[in-house]
């Protein structure tokens, strides 16, 4: 395993991303630099259009680099095949997304087991229990056998939640989770986050809503691709990215 990620879970080193368009390429990050450490619970936000999407792809392997390296959990995401990137990602990152992305034919339970399937990690029989386990701390495991559609959002979003951590990941990211959540289920959310980091998981959010984004222990500020600010909340002091 190649580890040149100096002590950090997550490091970014002189990111560039640029897409091409037909009026000339677009850059949408910039030489960023980032460390993310085991057990932080990191919100990203700026306005729309600043990178805070394409930053999470970039440390999820959904997408590359045009420049700059990224290693997540010791392993240089950047020069993985698209193969190898698909392996990892099921069993070191769990994504989370604001449209739940359940798949709609399958049950909850279904849904939860699909990354231990992909992955082949643990014993068949061991897959279920260990997924009603998961429901059961998102609290819905009464809806484990109901298909998707019929859960309200907030409790799709548990699913999708239950799902992400499916393969027990390091990290976990999430791109507007409580966009379409009421403010109670999103404060409902936070608090499961906040349980999760408690317990050792890595978190990063991309959110829009300022007051859950104060509660956070670690806000990234984005602004046309760049990180304007990186503090953590109630101490009063920047951190360098």
Partial sequence: ???????????????????????????????????????????????????????????????????????????????????????????????????????????ILENVMLPMDFCNVYKRRERKKKAMRLLKMVGIPEQAHKLPNALSGGQQQRAAIARALANDPPVIVADEPTGNLDTQTAVEMFALFDRLVDEGKTLLVVTHDRDLSAQMRRVIHLLDGRIEHDHLNGHGRERPS
Avoid: C
Avoid at 6 to 15: A, C, P
């Fill in 1 to 107: 395993m190649e580890n040149s990620s100096n002590g950090s879970l997550i490091r970014l080193q002189d990111v560039v991303k640029t897409y091409e368009t037909g009026a000339g390429g677009v850059t949408v990050l910039k030489d960023i630099d980032l460390r993310v450490n085991t057990g932080e619970f990191v919100g990203v936000v700026g306005p729309s259009g600043s990178g805070k999407s394409t930053l999470l792809n970039m440390i999820t392997g959904i997408d590359r680099p045009t420049s700059g390296e990224v290693f997540v959990a010791g392993q240089a995401v950047h020069k993985m095949s698209e193969n190898q990137l698909a392996r990892w990602r099921g069993k070191n990152v769990g994504v989370i997304f604001q449209f739940f992305q359940l798949l709609p034919t399958l049950t």
